[in-house]
């Protein structure tokens, strides 16, 4: 099965929007993202008990220096 490629439009839209989510993110939790990875992950189905396997997106972040200034 042959996927035909997006538009390089809808492509930077998608960017900006993941782009947007993380600067976000690295706002609420005081860090900065390190890596982002997209990783195969098999869990069980609820209703039929078999094994399923979807995409899981992992973000490793590294706490930002606590800086205090001398007042």
């Given amino acids: 099965m042959r996927i035909t490629p997006l538009p390089q ?3 930077d839209e998608a960017e900006r929007k993941v782009g947007a ?5 690295e706002d ?3 860090s900065d993202v ?7 992950v ?3 189905d609820k ?6 396997l979807h995409q899981s997106v992992e973000i490793t972040v590294e706490p930002r220096a606590q ?5």
């Fill in 47 to 52: 209703d039929s008990g078999k094994p399923t």
């Fill in 67 to 71: 800086r205090k200034w001398i007042k």
């Fill in 28 to 30: 609420d939790i005081h």
């Fill in 34 to 40: 390190k890596d982002i990875d997209l990783e195969d």
């Fill in 9 to 11: 439009s809808e492509i």
């Fill in 42 to 44: 098999i869990e069980t």
């Fill in 21 to 25: 989510i993380l600067d976000e993110l």
